[in-house]
């Protein structure tokens, strides 16, 4: 058994290590990295998969996500915070920026957003996890503002990834959400929003993707992967389809280590 992650076209031909862990029936705990499985399911399936992409574990930075909206910028010293121990990583924060090659950052995420950001010009990355709470918070212009105004990143110049989430065949939301976000967006949020059958549908690709739009990113710089978790529940883990016990994909990325001395 070889499953490999899910990788993005836009990233891979710029050599980044990059990708999204899956759903797989014959790993333990159906392959999930999160410690809800339990700590050893979790660390043999975060083992397996980090040797599908190339890159340490041991080096490997997490956050304890709690569907908000900081960002944090981690250095070298940070490598494996809550990779082995979730004691260890680092606190209450939904996105993650590091400018330090061959340290690689992750998101989990079970129905919510994996988005993977590539500054070149820095270089950089980020992952961001954003669920509606993060998206109405605008967590992805967090994550660009800090890219562009900590770091020194171009907007136009930036990649961003959106991976596998919940789509909007599948995401109804209730008017607090929809109010939430057309109060937050600074554009024509409308468009990421649609009445169907007397219930709201939110669009979180599309309106994590105008965010994008509206702070300079090109629109062929913006991959999305297209794919609903909830649709597509024997592949990918979502809370919709399957409850809170489910358990979680982790999206990764990291700089390559001959990319250093190069910002």
Known sequence: MTTQPYRFAILTQLGIRHGVTRREP????????????????????????????????????FGRQVHGARVTVVLKQDGGRGALDPSTAVPETDALVTAEPGLPVVVQCADCVPILLFAPDVPAVAAVHAGWR??????????????????????????????????????????????????????????AICRRANKYVFDLWKANRLLLLDVGVLPQHIELAGICTRCHASEWFSYRATGPRTGAQAAVIALPLDRAGKR
């Open 134 to 191: 993060g998206t109405t918070q605008l967590i992805v212009l967090r994550a660009v503002e800090v890219l562009v105004r900590g770091l020194g990143a171009r907007p136009h110049e930036l990649r961003a990834a959106l991976g596998p989430s919940i789509g909007p065949c599948c995401y109804e939301v209730g008017d607090e959400v929809v109010e939430q976000w057309l109060t937050a967006v600074p554009t024509d949020g409308r468009e």
């Open 26 to 61: 014959s790993l333990p705990g159906h392959g999930a990295v999160s410690w809800n499985t339990g700590h050893e399911v979790a660390l043999q399936n975060r083992r397996y998969w980090w040797k599908q992409l190339g890159l340490p574990l041991e080096s490997t930075v």
